[in-house]
């Protein structure tokens, strides 16, 4: 079955913490995204990658980092959490070109006290 | 800072109406149009993609797009309870990396 994977689904941690939220897909995407979703700010995209070693900022990176050592994973990392990244967070990933239709993940519900 | 505007809702239509989902957009270039359908407590799943002007029709939904006006929406036909949701429209740039997502209008569909 084709998917976006996503893990751990549900992430209470404490301020400064470093936490690893892990993202797999089996499409062979090559585009990958990461976004947050808060309640009447909708969706914001922290970080995007086009293909394995290339990665750029989306609307709002700060406090977040990504890797793509793998054209399938893309992890989003929280080196020093704080309770402003409480959220709720979606991976998604798409093909080349221009049409990036994007298919994402169950999302994964994060609480930092 | 680009922009995205919806109509939080919710919009109320009766089963069988159509229901009529709007969308404006800040930035002249952007190049990809999107509508995602999202349910409670799920992950947002794709609805329409659209990318030149006039409309677009897959089965019971239409997406229109007027770049002009940079306005983009959805009509669903036939309305379903089912189809009650929060939809996000969402905009990319000219290179397809960059999307900025609209805070989603909420559709309740009456039986």
């Known amino acids: 079955e084709a998917q976006v994977t996503q893990n751990p689904r549900y992430l209470i941690t404490v301020t400064g913490k470093k936490l690893t939220v892990t993202c797999s897909q089996n499409?062979?995407?090559?585009?990958m995204s990461w976004y947050r979703q808060d309640p009447g700010l909708g969706l914001r995209q922290i970080y995007y990658?086009?293909?394995?070693?290339?990665?750029d900022k989306g609307d709002v990176p700060e406090g977040y980092k990504v890797s793509r050592k793998e054209k399938r994973n893309f992890p989003l990392i929280l080196e020093s959490p704080s309770p402003n990244q409480t959220s709720l967070y979606f991976c998604?990933?798409?093909?080349?070109?221009?049409?990036?239709?994007?298919?994402f993940g169950p999302g994964t519900r994060l609480t930092v006290t | 800072q680009k922009e995205v505007e919806q109509n939080s809702g919710p919009l109320s239509v009766p089963e069988g109406a159509i229901a009529s989902l709007n969308c404006t957009y800040s930035?002249?270039?952007?190049?990809?149009f999107f509508w995602y359908r999202q349910y409670s407590g799920k992950s947002p799943e794709l609805i329409m993609s659209?990318?030149?002007?006039g409309d677009k029709e897959d089965g019971r939904f239409t997406a229109q797009l007027n770049k002009a006006s940079q306005y983009v929406s959805l009509l669903i036909r036939d309305s379903q309870p089912s189809d009650s949701a929060t939809y996000l429209c969402?905009?990319?740039?000219?290179?397809?990396?960059?999307?900025?997502f609209g805070p989603g209008t909420r559709l309740s569909v009456l039986p």
């Open positions: 998604a990933s798409g093909r080349a070109g221009g049409n990036r239709e994007q298919y």
């Open positions: 499409m062979n995407h090559e585009y």
């Open positions: 990658s086009m293909n394995v070693e290339v990665t």
């Open positions: 930035d002249r270039v952007s190049q990809s």
């Open positions: 659209i990318y030149s002007n």
């Open positions: 969402a905009v990319g740039d000219n290179y397809g990396q960059n999307f900025v």
